[in-house]
């Protein structure tokens, strides 16, 4: 008997949505056999996620708290990825977003007292700038000298990561606590708990503002990749560079754009965390946002409206997952789930088939 | 693996391969119909017909990439049922295909020892390449075992691939359409090498829908059409290309086109001192002056790598040079592709699926690739969806590009199909000029016939087009002047009509068109061995 694999000449479009479920499912299966192995109930574990994640309102709103930073890089990683630029660093991105709009507040580049109509637009613009910046190296290093962009958004990752520590431990440290004071109010996104005092229903929901640019964001990439001329390059790009040359596409001005725009988006996404979450900067602010952003990317098939339902998948893992292990099972299941999705990929192009052997050879 | 015995006994009764009442049916197609075939030791036996006759199926069945439904296959007399191609190999039956499988970073004698069980872990250089280089001078393949395949021409990565295969002990050789990629110069050492081989007692099966190499080259042909043998076994000699193209197409080919005459407007390509390098970096245009006038097509004949695909991407803008080209009195070189494309310059790149389409976009998608930056394909900053479907709808009406819609991936669609594809999308540009370059390559009788229409009709429509191309008929078939390029310079230029094809024949393999012998003076570009 022997197995092949034969190339599918046009899967169906229902395929890869119907294999990347299963592939999640099948993920989820093999962590529940490896958190019965460890003495676990993986029912139990389930259901307790399920709960812990999607049970209630104020679960939800926790779960959609930890989906938004997810959703901003997410869609830094899927917009990169549609041209095959592998921006593998949207955490070092989300790192830098963060220092600078915090910089708004504590170095201060505004006074302190300014309304927040002024503070706000400046921390979103000073963060998108900051990450654009970290973005623009990779890219121009990328467009200009060829350099590997997997290579140096991943180191970036580290500069960043020191950077941010330099300061939290340094020059804005809080009493020498790695982190540093807390902002003003009026530096804070609002929240929906914010309004309790007319709408009593919103008490204790944590849902901030920075989900509202997330789904914006979703809606302008969608846009631009899809219908404007801009993404259609980028399209043509991502399938065959020699193409787009061809057809007079300005291959370096377009990584360079593409990865200043991808940056731009993970240091709003830092933004948005500072600023409506922590309302502070402080070491380890990120749980590998960035990292799970490539996943997330992966799942969504690079679609900015399935980057929306991934992120809330993975929201709801990182905020559950931590109600079964700090750390450890929920790593292990999103790192399952990763490697689950990359070999179905092999599903939606091959076809298999179990033939009997005819002849002995 | 079983040795290699490179002298057969005489020719025997038993045929090397055979197929019996093969059938094979993919979903909606009937691909072998009840298909005889059977080659000789010894022989050279050619396998003619169409795109899509059944030529490639029952091939990929000899060499166990397909099952047959029914009936049987039998190598040396024996039945045999391959599982794959490592099977057919271990058989001695080896496959050449029209897609080199060569990894280009590696060298020649790397890529022969690919794949290999021995030697098992410490490669012997020196021992492998002895044995190459020793398959080399007895099939004469020449290419150096030490070369990087990158570094190789298209018709010395061929010769890699087909000992490759001697190495691995082949005693029969199928080659899928080998001369599609060659020039006329590599198709000759071509077949000095098979005639080697059968003279070594191994035989080969030829494929190809090229009337005049089949008869040269072949003892036996077998014609196909729509999956049934329609001629089994002709002798060769004997047969004329006028009975073989109506046993493969079943009608008579058309040959001449009727053409309005010729009556050239204003200069509209003009090139002058051209010089340029190729990818590594070595001189390929050294001082090139030509120009195009509208309603003229002026065909460049050359032996591949002789700076005609240089030439064709400086124009278009994809290439830097020294010197100076203009399209409509405007300059374009030096520019960007996007320039070019704005001056009205249209091209037929060479490589269709990597550079003259994105495979994976849909065809809507491919058509535009040329509009989308204007109105009223494009809105501001946004597409027009409605506006580029409708162009691309009636684009897909007009040049019968057969294809189930136009969210089809572009790499679904077969070779003639795609090249319409491309010519229509450059054709509705309506341009000044166009560059085609090998625009029926690797194409079926019907599709080239459509292709030399269009262009025809273009140059009927007042464009300027520069037709490179690696096969003579074609360029005979329709320029109005015809430019010979050698070692990237132009060595002789003639009005069509009256062209001495002798005289272009040796002006494009090095010689002076006169009666002296070629001296060799220009250094040798290494790819012509001109004897």
Redesign the interface.
Known sequence: M?IRLEPR??PPGWLSAAITFAAVGVALVISGVIIAVVGGDPVRSYIHILNAAFGSIGVLSDTLVKATPLLLTGLACALAFRMRLWNIGAEGQFLLGAWGASAVVLAPILPPGTPGFIVIPTMMLAGAAAGGIWGLIPGVLRARLGVNEIITTLMLNYVALFWVQFWVFGPWSEGGFQQTAAFPPEAFLPRLTDFASSVPAFDGLTVQLGLVFGLVAAGIVWLFLE????G?EI??AG??Q?????????IARNVIVVFAISGALAGLAGMSEVSGVVHRLQDRISPGYGFTAIIIAYLARFDPFKVIVASVLFGALILAGREIQPSGVPAMIQGIILFSLIVAEVFVRYRVRIER???A? | MTAATPAQPARTATPAIEAVGVVKSFPGVLANDHVDFDLQPGEIHALLGENGAGKSTLMNIFAGLYRQDEGEIRIEGR?A?F?SPR?AIAAGLGMVHQHFTLVPSQTVSENILLGLDRPRFLLDPHGSEDEIRRLAAQFRLQVDPRAKIWQLSVGEQQRVEILKMLYRGARILIMDEPTAVLAPQEVEELFRTLRAMTTAGRSVVFISHKLKEVIAIADRITVMRRGRVTAAGLPAAGATPVELARLMVGRDLLEVYERTPFAPGEVLLSARDVEADNDRGLPALRGVSLDVRAGEIVGIAAVAGNGQAELAQVI?G?RPCRGIVTVGGRRTSNL???????QGVA?V?E?RT????????SVA?NL???R??EAPV?RG???N?AVARALAESLKDEYAIAAPSLD??AR?LSGGNLQRLILAREIETNPALLVACQPTRGLDVWAIETIHRLLLELRQHGAAILLVSGDLDEILALADRIDVMYEGRIVGSFDARTADLQKIGLLMTGGDGGSEPPTAAVDAGGTLGSS
Not at chain 1, 242 to 250: F, H, Q, T, W
Request: net charge positive.
């Open positions: 022997t000449v046009q219908r404007s001329r801009w259609y399209r043509l399938d065959s020699r193409a787009a040359r061809y057809a007079g596409v300005d052997s005819v002849a050879a | 039945s049922a599982r099977d278009t994809l960007s592709p996007g320039h070019a494309i704005r091209h790149p490589d990597g550079e003259g389409s994105a495979p994976n976009l998608d535009i690739m040329k989308f930056r494009s900053w946004l597409i969806g089809t991936p679904l």
